[in-house]
């Protein structure tokens, strides 16, 4: 792999600091689950940022299957990161391409659930995930890519919320690997703003 390419443990820690700056915030939240948290994580600011960006499509893709034709996400979350990771990829000598897995089906058209450059049937295919909670977005598409035939062995998120995401996906005979998990953002936000 290029060196240019390759991250280390500055990264890690420029990444965590970015993330408990501009995804974190304390409070009094409902989240998408229904539960309440006194912890928001959005990926966004980060995930949407030039350097952000940079720093997640090195991690990321350090973490995709070796054997992956492919890595793919649910739309909007995960957009930007598998964009990220098959542009890091094609220029550090690991072409990997992206797919974006639609909420609802396309309505025109082909119907389509999936956008990006379809693999063959029976390829490998790693999904990002940028928060896991529950873990459901991200099985929702392992769901439709196993349904169009792909194979899905492992889940890479940026941040496991550490509320059962994990234990739902192990259940599903996944993997789930996460850079972060959310009290070393809490943690690291509260170091910051000492």
């Given at each position: 792999?290029?060196?240019?390419?390759?991250?280390?443990?500055?990264?890690?820690?420029?990444?965590?600091?970015?993330?408990?700056?501009?995804?974190?915030?304390?409070?009094?939240?409902?989240?998408?689950?229904?539960?309440?948290?006194?912890?928001?994580?959005?990926?966004?600011?980060v995930s949407l940022s030039g350097i952000?960006?940079?720093?997640?499509?090195?991690?990321?893709?350090?973490?995709?299957?070796?054997d992956s034709h492919t890595v793919a996400?649910?739309?909007?979350?995960?957009?930007?990161?598998?964009?990220?990771?098959?542009?890091?990829?094609?220029?550090?000598?690991?072409?990997?391409?992206?797919?974006?897995?639609?909420?609802?089906?396309?309505?025109?058209?082909?119907?389509?659930?999936?956008?990006?450059?379809?693999?063959?049937?029976?390829?490998?295919?790693?999904?990002?995930?940028?928060?896991?909670?529950?873990?459901?977005?991200?099985l929702k598409a392992v769901n439709k890519?196993?349904?169009?035939?792909?194979?899905?062995?492992?889940?890479?998120?940026?941040?496991?919320?550490?509320?059962?995401?994990?234990?739902?996906?192990?259940?599903?005979?996944?993997?789930?690997?996460?850079?972060?998990?959310?009290?070393?953002?809490?943690?690291?936000?509260?170091?910051?703003?000492?």
């Open positions: 792999m290029n060196p240019l390419y390759n991250s280390n443990e500055a990264d890690r820690d420029k990444l965590l600091n970015l993330l408990a700056e501009r995804a974190y915030i304390n409070g009094d939240f409902q989240l998408s689950s229904g539960k309440r948290s006194h912890h928001y994580v959005n990926c966004k600011p952000g960006l940079s720093l997640l499509s090195r991690l990321l893709l350090e973490e995709v299957d070796k996400g649910l739309t909007l979350g995960a957009d930007p990161l598998v964009s990220g990771v098959a542009l890091t990829g094609s220029v550090s000598e690991r072409p990997i391409d992206a797919l974006i897995v639609r909420k609802e089906p396309k309505g025109h058209g082909t119907s389509a659930w999936l956008e990006g450059p379809l693999p063959p049937k029976g390829s490998l295919v790693t999904v990002l995930e940028d928060v896991v909670t529950t873990g459901d977005s991200s890519l196993q349904e169009a035939g792909f194979v899905v062995n492992k889940i890479v998120s940026i941040v496991d919320r550490q509320e059962g995401g994990s234990a739902n996906i192990q259940k599903a005979g996944l993997k789930l690997v996460s850079l972060y998990m959310l009290e070393q953002i809490a943690k690291r936000s509260k170091e910051i703003s000492k």
